[in-house]
């Protein structure tokens, strides 16, 4: 059974960081392209930043680009987002997700709030 969870949500301030984890099982993660997405209230949901599976190409929605950084350890079964400069702008519900075949697994998110 595919099981995401998320760590490391908090309520920052604007300019904080942030590293948030995502714990992954059930499938085999060390050749799965994993990948982080937000939703905001009242928005839709959006990718932020994705990994491959060796962890050598990441890419990121241009909002969070040189200040969110995506990264795994193989391992340990675990990807990380780190998240810098944060604004108000990046408030959400933070989700880790994985694409098995026609079907995208999700965790149960991981709130985040910028707020002075």
């Known amino acids: 059974q595919v099981r995401l969870v998320e760590f490391g949500g908090a309520l920052v301030q604007p300019g904080d960081s942030l590293r948030l984890s995502c714990a992954a099982s059930?499938?085999?993660?060390?050749?799965?392209?994993m990948r982080w997405s937000r939703q905001a209230p009242g928005n839709q949901r959006e990718l932020v930043a994705s990994?491959?599976?060796?962890?050598?190409?990441?890419h990121y929605v241009n909002s969070v680009e040189g200040r969110f950084t995506i990264s795994r350890d193989n391992v340990k079964n675990t990807v990380f987002l780190q998240m810098n400069s944060l604004t108000s702008e990046d408030t959400a519900d933070y989700y880790c997700?994985?694409?098995?075949?026609?079907?995208?697994?999700w965790g149960q998110g991981t709130q985040v709030t910028v707020s002075a």
């Open positions: 059930g499938f085999p993660f060390n050749t799965s392209v």
């Open positions: 990994i491959t599976a060796d962890g050598a190409i990441t």
């Open positions: 997700n994985v694409r098995l075949g026609s079907t995208v697994h």
